[in-house]
Protein backbone atom coordinates (compact mmCIF):
# COMPACT_ATOMS: atom_id res chain seq x y z
CA UNK A 1 0.00 0.00 0.00
CA UNK A 2 1.55 3.28 -0.90
CA UNK A 3 1.91 6.54 1.33
CA UNK A 4 -1.16 7.99 -0.96
CA UNK A 5 -3.27 4.97 -0.28
CA UNK A 6 -2.31 4.92 3.66
CA UNK A 7 -3.03 8.92 3.97
CA UNK A 8 -6.81 8.25 2.41
CA UNK A 9 -7.41 5.08 4.64
CA UNK A 10 -6.46 7.34 7.77
CA UNK A 11 -8.72 10.61 6.06
CA UNK A 12 -11.53 8.19 5.70
CA UNK A 13 -11.51 6.96 9.16
CA UNK A 14 -11.02 10.23 10.55
CA UNK A 15 -14.19 11.53 8.33
CA UNK A 16 -16.39 8.43 9.65
CA UNK A 17 -15.18 8.91 13.25
CA UNK A 18 -16.61 12.60 13.24
CA UNK A 19 -19.57 11.71 11.64
CA UNK A 20 -19.90 9.10 14.70
CA UNK A 21 -18.97 11.55 17.33
CA UNK A 22 -21.66 13.92 16.32
CA UNK A 23 -24.75 11.57 15.76
CA UNK A 24 -23.58 9.10 19.30
CA UNK A 25 -23.75 11.73 21.79
CA UNK A 26 -22.56 9.96 25.27
CA UNK A 27 -24.97 12.19 27.38
CA UNK A 28 -25.57 11.30 31.42
CA UNK A 29 -28.70 9.69 31.74
CA UNK A 30 -28.24 7.84 34.90
CA UNK A 31 -25.46 6.42 36.70
CA UNK A 32 -26.38 3.71 34.61
CA UNK A 33 -24.98 5.43 31.54
CA UNK A 34 -21.55 5.71 33.27
CA UNK A 35 -21.31 2.23 34.50
CA UNK A 36 -22.04 1.35 30.31
CA UNK A 37 -19.78 3.69 29.15
CA UNK A 38 -16.61 2.58 31.30
CA UNK A 39 -17.91 -0.82 30.92
CA UNK A 40 -17.56 -0.85 26.89
CA UNK A 41 -14.15 1.29 27.34
CA UNK A 42 -12.72 -1.71 29.47
CA UNK A 43 -14.11 -4.61 27.66
CA UNK A 44 -12.96 -3.67 24.30
CA UNK A 45 -9.46 -2.52 26.21
CA UNK A 46 -8.68 0.64 23.84
CA UNK A 47 -8.42 3.02 26.55
CA UNK A 48 -6.27 1.16 28.84
CA UNK A 49 -4.23 -0.03 25.63
CA UNK A 50 -3.58 4.12 24.78
CA UNK A 51 -3.91 5.82 28.41
CA UNK A 52 -2.51 2.78 30.02
CA UNK A 53 -3.14 1.65 33.74
CA UNK A 54 -4.18 5.50 34.88
CA UNK A 55 -7.26 7.00 33.29
CA UNK A 56 -6.71 9.93 34.39
CA UNK A 57 -4.63 12.70 33.06
CA UNK A 58 -0.69 13.20 33.71
CA UNK A 59 1.66 15.65 36.02
CA UNK A 60 4.07 17.71 33.61
CA UNK A 61 5.63 20.04 36.15
CA UNK A 62 5.89 23.10 37.07
CA UNK A 63 6.61 24.83 34.52
CA UNK A 64 5.44 21.60 32.61
CA UNK A 65 8.09 20.21 30.43
CA UNK A 66 8.02 17.47 28.03
CA UNK A 67 7.53 13.62 29.51
CA UNK A 68 6.21 10.19 28.90
CA UNK A 69 2.86 10.02 28.47
CA UNK A 70 2.35 7.33 30.64
CA UNK A 71 4.93 8.39 33.27
CA UNK A 72 3.41 11.88 33.41
CA UNK A 73 0.40 9.43 34.62
CA UNK A 74 1.86 7.56 37.74
CA UNK A 75 3.87 11.25 38.73
CA UNK A 76 -0.02 12.90 39.10
CA UNK A 77 0.04 9.95 41.97
CA UNK A 78 2.80 11.01 43.60
CA UNK A 79 2.39 14.37 43.03
CA UNK A 80 -1.18 14.25 44.61
CA UNK A 81 0.21 12.24 47.51
CA UNK A 82 3.02 14.96 47.90
CA UNK A 83 0.56 17.70 47.48
CA UNK A 84 -2.31 16.11 50.50
CA UNK A 85 0.19 15.67 53.02
CA UNK A 86 -0.06 12.12 52.65
CA UNK A 87 3.50 10.60 52.29
CA UNK A 88 4.45 10.43 56.27
CA UNK A 89 1.23 8.82 57.04
CA UNK A 90 1.65 5.20 59.08
CA UNK A 91 1.50 1.80 57.02
CA UNK A 92 -1.84 0.15 57.04
CA UNK A 93 -3.26 3.59 56.71
CA UNK A 94 -6.44 3.05 55.06
CA UNK A 95 -7.43 4.56 52.18
CA UNK A 96 -10.67 4.69 50.07
CA UNK A 97 -10.29 5.32 46.08
CA UNK A 98 -13.41 6.52 44.75
CA UNK A 99 -13.40 6.42 41.21
CA UNK A 100 -10.51 4.08 41.08
CA UNK A 101 -10.98 2.75 37.31
CA UNK A 102 -8.55 0.01 36.71
CA UNK A 103 -7.01 0.47 39.59
CA UNK A 104 -3.65 1.68 38.85
CA UNK A 105 -3.43 4.61 41.35
CA UNK A 106 -4.88 2.15 43.97
CA UNK A 107 -1.82 -0.34 43.17
CA UNK A 108 0.55 2.79 43.74
CA UNK A 109 -0.82 3.82 46.89
CA UNK A 110 -1.00 0.35 48.37
CA UNK A 111 2.95 -0.62 46.75
CA UNK A 112 4.47 2.44 47.50
CA UNK A 113 3.26 4.33 50.62
CA UNK A 114 1.96 0.97 52.18
CA UNK A 115 -1.63 2.09 52.29
CA UNK A 116 -4.34 -0.58 52.84
CA UNK A 117 -6.55 0.66 49.86
CA UNK A 118 -10.10 0.12 48.52
CA UNK A 119 -11.40 0.93 45.43
CA UNK A 120 -14.63 1.30 44.34
CA UNK A 121 -16.28 2.25 40.31
CA UNK A 122 -19.32 2.00 39.28
CA UNK A 123 -18.38 -0.33 36.64
CA UNK A 124 -18.24 -4.02 37.09
CA UNK A 125 -15.97 -4.51 34.53
CA UNK A 126 -13.76 -1.98 36.09
CA UNK A 127 -13.59 -3.75 39.03
CA UNK A 128 -12.60 -7.11 37.48
CA UNK A 129 -10.12 -5.54 35.45
CA UNK A 130 -8.59 -3.83 38.59
CA UNK A 131 -8.96 -7.31 40.48
CA UNK A 132 -6.87 -9.11 37.18
CA UNK A 133 -3.85 -6.25 37.30
CA UNK A 134 -3.70 -6.56 40.87
CA UNK A 135 -1.10 -9.39 42.15
CA UNK A 136 -2.67 -11.00 45.55
CA UNK A 137 0.01 -9.49 47.60
CA UNK A 138 -0.95 -5.86 47.27
CA UNK A 139 -2.96 -4.56 49.64
CA UNK A 140 -5.73 -3.19 47.39
CA UNK A 141 -9.63 -4.82 47.34
CA UNK A 142 -12.16 -3.41 44.64
CA UNK A 143 -15.88 -3.42 44.49
CA UNK A 144 -18.51 -1.88 42.61
CA UNK A 145 -19.97 1.07 44.45
CA UNK A 146 -21.97 4.16 43.73
CA UNK A 147 -20.17 7.12 44.79
CA UNK A 148 -23.21 9.45 45.52
CA UNK A 149 -24.41 6.34 47.77
CA UNK A 150 -21.31 4.66 49.19
CA UNK A 151 -21.93 1.48 50.90
CA UNK A 152 -19.93 1.80 54.42
CA UNK A 153 -20.53 3.10 57.59
CA UNK A 154 -19.59 6.65 58.94
CA UNK A 155 -15.95 7.27 59.70
CA UNK A 156 -14.78 4.03 57.99
CA UNK A 157 -11.80 4.96 56.23
CA UNK A 158 -8.58 7.48 57.15
CA UNK A 159 -8.08 8.75 53.87
CA UNK A 160 -10.21 9.67 51.39
CA UNK A 161 -9.26 9.65 47.66
CA UNK A 162 -10.73 10.79 44.38
CA UNK A 163 -9.44 11.56 40.58
CA UNK A 164 -11.37 12.78 38.23
CA UNK A 165 -14.92 11.04 39.83
CA UNK A 166 -16.54 14.35 40.01
CA UNK A 167 -17.90 15.49 36.49
CA UNK A 168 -19.69 12.08 36.48
CA UNK A 169 -22.01 13.52 39.72
CA UNK A 170 -25.25 14.49 39.20
CA UNK A 171 -25.35 16.09 42.58
CA UNK A 172 -21.95 17.16 43.74
CA UNK A 173 -23.44 18.34 47.35
CA UNK A 174 -24.40 15.02 47.63
CA UNK A 175 -20.80 13.89 46.46
CA UNK A 176 -19.28 15.92 48.80
CA UNK A 177 -20.84 15.04 51.90
CA UNK A 178 -20.55 11.50 50.85
CA UNK A 179 -17.13 11.60 50.51
CA UNK A 180 -16.80 13.07 54.08
CA UNK A 181 -19.27 11.41 55.86
CA UNK A 182 -17.31 8.35 55.41
CA UNK A 183 -13.73 9.66 56.30
CA UNK A 184 -12.58 9.39 59.84
CA UNK A 185 -12.61 12.42 62.32
CA UNK A 186 -9.44 13.96 62.29
CA UNK A 187 -9.18 12.44 58.32
CA UNK A 188 -7.79 13.69 55.36
CA UNK A 189 -9.95 13.85 52.09
CA UNK A 190 -7.83 14.26 48.71
CA UNK A 191 -10.12 15.25 45.98
CA UNK A 192 -8.63 16.01 42.10
CA UNK A 193 -11.03 16.89 39.49
CA UNK A 194 -12.15 18.70 36.27
CA UNK A 195 -13.80 22.03 37.00
CA UNK A 196 -15.27 24.79 34.91
CA UNK A 197 -14.71 28.45 35.41
CA UNK A 198 -16.79 29.57 38.31
CA UNK A 199 -19.56 31.54 36.15
CA UNK A 200 -21.09 33.21 39.48
CA UNK A 201 -18.94 35.64 38.37
CA UNK A 202 -17.53 35.80 34.83
CA UNK A 203 -20.66 34.20 32.96
CA UNK A 204 -19.93 31.66 29.77
CA UNK A 205 -20.36 34.06 26.52
CA UNK A 206 -21.53 32.49 23.26
CA UNK A 207 -18.52 30.20 22.19
CA UNK A 208 -18.26 28.73 25.53
CA UNK A 209 -21.61 27.40 26.02
CA UNK A 210 -21.87 25.37 22.87
CA UNK A 211 -18.13 24.09 23.78
CA UNK A 212 -19.16 23.51 27.74
CA UNK A 213 -22.27 21.73 25.81
CA UNK A 214 -20.08 18.87 23.65
CA UNK A 215 -17.54 18.62 26.75
CA UNK A 216 -20.72 17.31 28.76
CA UNK A 217 -22.51 15.52 26.11
CA UNK A 218 -19.71 13.57 25.02
CA UNK A 219 -18.87 11.65 27.88
CA UNK A 220 -21.80 11.37 30.34
CA UNK A 221 -21.28 14.37 32.47
CA UNK A 222 -24.22 16.13 34.00
CA UNK A 223 -22.49 19.14 34.71
CA UNK A 224 -18.63 20.16 35.87
CA UNK A 225 -18.40 22.45 39.41
CA UNK A 226 -16.42 25.19 39.53
CA UNK A 227 -13.39 25.20 41.74
CA UNK A 228 -14.51 28.03 44.40
CA UNK A 229 -18.27 26.02 44.02
CA UNK A 230 -17.02 22.49 44.85
CA UNK A 231 -15.01 23.71 47.80
CA UNK A 232 -18.33 25.62 49.37
CA UNK A 233 -20.37 22.75 48.82
CA UNK A 234 -17.58 20.44 51.35
CA UNK A 235 -17.79 23.26 53.79
CA UNK A 236 -21.39 23.68 53.54
CA UNK A 237 -21.40 19.49 55.03
CA UNK A 238 -20.65 20.65 58.69
CA UNK A 239 -18.15 18.11 58.23
CA UNK A 240 -14.71 20.51 57.57
CA UNK A 241 -12.54 21.67 59.99
CA UNK A 242 -11.30 24.96 59.12
CA UNK A 243 -11.26 25.67 55.34
CA UNK A 244 -10.85 23.15 52.33
CA UNK A 245 -7.63 23.80 50.51
CA UNK A 246 -7.79 24.54 46.60
CA UNK A 247 -5.22 24.71 44.06
CA UNK A 248 -5.29 24.98 40.18
CA UNK A 249 -3.31 22.34 38.45
CA UNK A 250 -4.40 23.29 34.80
CA UNK A 251 -0.89 23.76 33.56
CA UNK A 252 0.31 21.11 34.70
CA UNK A 253 -1.72 18.83 33.50
CA UNK A 254 -2.24 20.29 30.07
CA UNK A 255 0.01 18.76 27.78
CA UNK A 256 -2.34 15.23 28.56
CA UNK A 257 -4.87 16.64 25.61
CA UNK A 258 -2.83 16.34 23.23
CA UNK A 259 -0.36 13.79 24.59
CA UNK A 260 -3.22 11.45 24.50
CA UNK A 261 -3.99 11.80 20.58
CA UNK A 262 -0.52 11.36 20.21
CA UNK A 263 -0.37 7.93 21.48
CA UNK A 264 -2.91 7.23 18.11
CA UNK A 265 0.08 8.53 16.44
CA UNK A 266 3.26 6.91 17.50
CA UNK A 267 1.78 3.28 18.69
CA UNK A 268 0.16 2.72 14.86
CA UNK A 269 -0.10 -0.98 16.19
CA UNK A 270 -3.30 0.25 18.05
CA UNK A 271 -4.57 -0.05 13.85
CA UNK A 272 -4.32 -3.32 13.30
CA UNK A 273 -5.06 -4.63 16.84
CA UNK A 274 -8.41 -3.05 17.30
CA UNK A 275 -9.57 -3.32 13.49
CA UNK A 276 -11.05 -0.47 11.38
CA UNK A 277 -14.14 -0.33 14.13
CA UNK A 278 -11.64 0.31 17.23
CA UNK A 279 -10.43 2.62 15.13
CA UNK A 280 -13.34 5.03 14.21
CA UNK A 281 -14.14 4.49 18.11
CA UNK A 282 -10.79 5.88 18.68
CA UNK A 283 -11.13 8.79 16.43
CA UNK A 284 -14.27 10.25 17.61
CA UNK A 285 -12.70 11.09 21.01
CA UNK A 286 -10.63 13.50 18.84
CA UNK A 287 -12.97 16.47 18.35
CA UNK A 288 -13.62 16.49 22.46
CA UNK A 289 -10.11 16.16 23.40
CA UNK A 290 -9.56 19.02 21.00
CA UNK A 291 -12.44 21.03 22.94
CA UNK A 292 -11.04 19.70 26.47
CA UNK A 293 -7.14 20.71 25.29
CA UNK A 294 -9.37 24.34 23.92
CA UNK A 295 -11.31 24.14 27.53
CA UNK A 296 -8.37 23.66 30.09
CA UNK A 297 -6.15 26.46 27.90
CA UNK A 298 -8.31 29.24 27.80
CA UNK A 299 -9.75 28.83 31.42
CA UNK A 300 -12.99 27.79 30.16
CA UNK A 301 -11.97 24.67 32.18
CA UNK A 302 -9.49 24.08 34.87
CA UNK A 303 -8.08 21.97 36.71
CA UNK A 304 -8.93 21.22 40.60
CA UNK A 305 -7.34 20.02 43.42
CA UNK A 306 -9.19 20.02 47.55
CA UNK A 307 -7.92 19.30 50.87
CA UNK A 308 -9.81 18.99 53.79
CA UNK A 309 -9.49 17.76 57.05
CA UNK A 310 -12.81 15.92 58.95
CA UNK A 311 -13.77 18.06 61.74
CA UNK A 312 -13.75 15.62 64.93
CA UNK A 313 -17.74 16.63 65.71
CA UNK A 314 -20.13 18.10 63.23
CA UNK A 315 -20.56 21.50 62.98
CA UNK A 316 -24.34 23.00 62.03
CA UNK A 317 -24.54 22.86 58.25
CA UNK A 318 -24.46 25.70 55.82
CA UNK A 319 -26.97 26.63 53.56
CA UNK A 320 -26.06 24.09 50.62
CA UNK A 321 -24.42 25.40 47.34
CA UNK A 322 -27.29 25.02 44.38
CA UNK A 323 -26.28 24.77 40.63
CA UNK A 324 -25.56 28.27 40.38
CA UNK A 325 -22.08 27.80 39.91
CA UNK A 326 -22.55 24.69 38.08
CA UNK A 327 -23.30 24.49 34.11
CA UNK A 328 -26.27 24.66 32.69
CA UNK A 329 -28.11 24.68 29.15
Same mark, same amino acid.
Given at each position: ?72 ? =? ?11 ? =????? !? ?144 ? !? ?35 ? !? ?42 ? =? ?10
Amino acid at each position: MTLLNIFGVLLALLGVGTVVYLLTPRRYESSHSVANSYDQWTEDGILEFYWGEHIHLGHYGAPPRRKDFLTAK =ADFVHEMVRWGGL =ACLPV !GTTLLDVGCGIGGSSRILAQTYNFAVTGVTISPNQVHRAQQLTPPEVSARFQVDDAMALSFPDASFDVVWSVEAGPHMPDKAVFARELLRVLKPGGILVVADWNQRDDRKIPLNAWEKPVMRQLLDQWSHPAFASIEGFAEQLEAT !GLVAGQVVTADWSKETLPSWLDSIWQGVIRPQGMVRF !GPAGIVKSVREVPTLLLMRLAFGTGLCRFGMFRAVRASSPAPPQ =AMVTTSDRYTS
